[in-house]
């Protein structure tokens, strides 16, 4: 028998109004199976429902919980596409490559949303509509975005004026910003449980407190990846552990580096205090460097997310949250208390791209989708299970950002620190100079 204790999910918001908290069973036997996916957050799922969708032999196994880290703890944002501004995408890989890239996110987005639909997932209310705001007085800034975002990306983005904007974010931290219609909002640890009831529907297995702990070449072709109970055998691995890689493969582990991000949940305010300060159900973030993102909660609450970390939780990281939301909007003074507060490790890398590939022939690896919003995990599954199922080449749209370069090792998480200190001194100087 194993010591290995599977870590329950921590308090949050979405632990809380879950519609099914059904644990399943950890792997107990010594199994075989076409593909092993190893990560149950949603850049495994996605895989694995990608998988079981064209009718593949899947088994996925997961550490902890389903959904357990950043899948189950993020801001509910199916927004943008990736960590990395596609300006800059342009300038690395050229805008043809871009365009591509830009594409799948779409696609990625729009498989969510079908995905929900098909499976009847219940994990509303699904709310229409993301607000990108500016800290900055430069609307000729935001029109130009907008104008390439439009004109090379087709994306349908609507400008707003400083008007628009404070007539529903009651603030004067705002100015204008733009409107993006296809972007949505949703409670992601249902979705989460939607989309592994389905792969077990469709005839996929899913194990939790099942850690994978060594990936061992079998001599006659494929793998054996072996956890504390048993062993999987199988024909082709694929590895969404994001930050949790631990020493399954070091190249990945040292690829990318780990930083803390929170949210924070008010109890309900009242409505009539909560309209004039708040008064839309749009997601919002907004365009500085250390952003801040949020939405109002269906019982007049906000959710409230932002900073980033290396060094853990913050005692008083409820405190922290709530001074972030009243600088923003001071006017909820008296009638905001924190009812949440979490935190969580997110995969990052120093491109701000996934990574996404082969190590060797049915070895994959799918991850590093930090910052990135829901949506990249989905693309990422996406063209994951179209490569094993299909011969589908889309994922090497990926290979410019997933060499797997060393990211820093330890110090990597200290580095990511300083530059994230620069970016909230930088946003502080620009704040002075309203």
Not at 129 to 139: E, M
Not at 192 to 202: F, M, S
Not at 355 to 368: A, S
Not at 409 to 434: C, E, T
Request: overall charge neutral; proline content about 5%.
């Amino acid at each position: 028998m194993s010591d290995f204790k599977t870590e329950p999910y921590v308090e949050t918001y979405y632990r809380d109004t879950l519609n099914t908290n059904e644990k399943r069973h950890a792997l107990s036997d010594n199994i075989d199976t076409d593909i092993c996916v190893i990560g149950g957050g949603l850049a495994g799922l996605s895989t694995a429902i990608g998988l079981t969708e064209k009718n593949k032999q899947v088994t996925l196994i997961e550490a902890n919980r389903i959904g357990w880290g950043a899948s189950g703890r993020n801001g509910g944002f199916v927004a943008k596409g990736y960590a990395q501004g596609y300006k800059q995408l342009v300038k690395q890989v050229g805008l043809n490559h871009t365009k591509k890239l830009h594409k799948l996110a779409t696609h990625g987005r729009s498989l969510i949303k079908n995905r929900i639909k098909k499976y009847e997932i219940d994990c509303g209310p699904m709310i229409q509509g993301v607000l990108g705001v500016s800290w900055n007085n430069h609307p000729e800034s935001v029109q130009q975005y907008i104008d390439f975002m439009r004109k090379e990306l087709d994306a349908p983005l609507e400008y707003w004026s400083k008007e628009k904007v404070r007539d529903v974010c009651k603030t004067e931290q705002y100015f204008d910003g733009f409107y993006s219609p296809e972007d949505y909002q949703f409670h992601p640890l249902n979705y989460v449980h939607g989309l592994a009831d389905n792969i077990e529907k469709q005839g996929g297995k899913i194990y939790e407190g099942t850690k994978a702990l060594k990936i061992e070449d079998r001599s006659d072709g494929g793998y054996v990846v072996h956890t504390p109970t048993g062993k999987i055998t199988c024909n082709q691995v694929v590895l969404c552990c994001s930050i949790y890689v631990d020493n399954l493969n070091k190249k990945l582990k040292y690829a990318a580096f780990p930083v803390y991000t929170f949210v924070m949940v008010t109890k309900p305010i009242p409505e009539d205090r909560l309209n004039a300060a708040l008064n839309t159900e749009y997601a919002i973030f907004d365009n500085r460097y250390a952003q801040d993102y949020y939405r109002r909660l269906p019982d007049n609450r906000i959710l409230w997310g932002g900073r980033v970390s290396v060094s853990g939780i913050p005692e008083n990281l409820a405190q922290i949250m709530t001074r972030d939301l009243l600088k923003v909007y001071p006017q909820l003074e008296g009638v905001v208390e924190p009812d949440y507060a979490w935190g969580g490790s997110l995969c990052y890398a120093p491109h701000k791209m996934p990574q996404i590939g082969q190590l060797k022939p049915g070895y994959w690896y799918n991850t590093c989708f930090g910052g990135h919003g829901l949506v990249p995990t989905s693309v990422g599954g996406d063209v994951v299970s179209s490569a094993i199922a299909e011969e589908d080449e889309r994922y090497k749209l990926f290979a410019p950002f997933s060499k797997l370069n060393f990211a820093g090792g330890p110090l990597s998480p200290y580095i990511a620190q300083s530059v994230y200190y620069l970016w909230r001194a930088r946003d502080i100087l620009i704040n002075l100079n309203k």
